[in-house]
Structures are given as structure tokens and as C-alpha cells.
């Protein structure tokens, strides 16, 4: 095979990984993100502490985290042919791929959530501050580099899921490498499958890794601005002087 046919091959096929990584990515945000809050919220000592709420929570969080890829996308053909019309392509795997990625991603949230400083929720509670605006002002802003770094991570592992995905013909790389890696033994094709992916891969975590640094650093300067800002100075809403995001 010529580099040009593997050219004509290798663009759709890159573009359906992107579109299939993209939509779960969004889908994942979307609802993992106030899955692993409320899993804060709710557990031991939350804002809104219901023991049964985050145990039912917790449990199907885990049975999803459980569940291999690939048995999940079989399992799941029912429920994707109901969604999308079909249990083949880019389209019918976005959706086992988002299934999967919520509850993992759901973790993760949980995990960064909960390294905030308890004594900045106390202050903003303190001063009136509700539900809504705790995790508004104090929960995300303050969890806001490591939710990148937990989303960074998602990402990654969305990519090797849609790679994977190309057994029962999910679509993009992963398809091409099968059809033409596995079954037509092309091993130079395969390895330049490989090869994009690495690529792939490398150039989001670079740039996820940039966005966490520079975070990091205007939390860190924004912390030093409350801690400099004159006594004198009135918050316009509860909770508002202390998070200066």
C-alpha cells in the first residue's frame, strides 16, 4: 500500500475518532461533572449529606467503572440502536463510549472535589452563602486545575476506548487498524495507525498539562489578592470577597 492510500484511508478515519472522542467528551462533562458532585455533596459531612442517595450513587457509579469496554459496547447495542438508529460507525459508538467515561470521569471529579479546603466552604457558608453558590464560587473555581487534570486523563482514556471500539465496527482508527492491520496483515499500515495515536495522545496531555500549570498559577495569585485586599473593601454577595474567581 502506497503512503497516498494509507493518506486517503488514515483522514476519515481520524476525523471519526475526533468526532466520536468529541461528543463523548461532551457527554461526559455534562453529566459526570455533577455526578462526582453530588457523590460530594451528599457523602459524609456534605452540604447535602444523604447516606442513601450516595450509596445507591456510589453503587451504580461502580458497577459502571466495572463493566470492560468491550463487554459494555455489546451489552449496550440495544440501548445505542435506540439512540442513534444504528449499532455500527462513529455514531454507535459515541454512546457506549459516553456510558463508559461518565462514572469513570464521575471518580475522578469526586476525588478532585474533595481536596478543597474545608475551611474556605465554612467562610462562604458563614456569610449566607447557599448550596449553589459553595459549589458555584468555592467547590469548581478552587477544584478547577485538577478537574483539568481529571478531564486531560478522560480524554486519554476516551481515545483507547474508541480504538478498541473498532472490533465490532465502531469506526475511525480503530476499525482501520483492524481491517487493514489485522485482517489484510498490512503491519507498515497498522504501525502508522499506532504511530498517529501516540501523537494523538501526547499532543492532549501536553495541552492539558499547559492549562493545569497556568491554573495553578492564577489560583495561587488570586489567593494572594484576597489575602493583600483591604479590610475596607465590602463584598457585593455572600461569599463573593472570598473567591476571586
Known amino acids: 500500500m ?10 476519515p478515519a481520524t476525523l471519526e475518532t475526533f468526532q466520536m472522542v468529541g461528543l463523548a467528551t461532551l457527554a461526559t462533562v455534562l453529566l459526570g461533572l455533577p455526578l462526582g458532585i453530588l457523590l460530594v455533596l451528599t457523602g459524609k459531612g456534605g452540604l447535602l449529606q444523604s447516606l442513601t442517595v450516595n450509596k445507591v450513587t456510589g453503587a451504580v457509579v461502580n458497577i459502571g467503572r466495572s463493566l ?18 444504528t449499532s455500527i460507525g462513529w455514531q454507535a459508538a459515541t454512546v457506549p463510549l459516553a456510558v463508559g467515561a461518565i462514572p469513570f470521569f464521575a471518580r475522578l471529579v469526586e476525588t478532585s472535589v474533595r481536596e ?27 477544584a478547577l486545575p485538577a478537574l483539568v487534570a481529571s ?19 465502531g469506526g475511525g482508527l480503530g476499525t482501520l487498524a483492524i481491517n487493514y492491520g489485522y485482517l489484510r496483515f498490512e503491519t507498515a499500515f497498522m504501525w502508522v495507525i499506532v504511530a ?3 501523537v494523538i495522545v501526547t499532543a492532549i496531555q501536553l495541552i ?18 484576597r489575602l493583600l485586599r483591604p479590610r475596607g473593601g465590602a463584598p457585593t454577595a455572600p461569599g463573593d470577597d472570598l473567591v476571586a474567581h
Open 2 to 11: 502506497t503512503w497516498d492510500q494509507m493518506l486517503e484511508l488514515i483522514r
Open 68 to 85: 470492560p469496554f468491550v463487554i459494555l459496547m455489546v451489552a449496550l447495542i440495544p440501548f445505542t440502536r435506540a439512540i442513534v438508529g
Open 116 to 142: 478543597v479546603d474545608g475551611g474556605l466552604v465554612e467562610a462562604v457558608q458563614a456569610m449566607g452563602g447557599s448550596t449553589w453558590t459553595i459549589v458555584r464560587k468555592a467547590l469548581l473555581p478552587e
Open 151 to 169: 478531564l486531560t486523563t478522560t480524554v486519554i482514556a476516551l481515545i483507547g476506548y474508541s480504538a478498541m471500539a473498532g472490533t465490532v465496527g
Open 196 to 198: 498517529e495515536l501516540v
Open 208 to 225: 492539558g498539562d499547559l492549562a493545569v500549570r497556568r491554573l495553578s498559577h492564577r489560583g495561587r495569585t488570586a489567593g494572594r489578592t
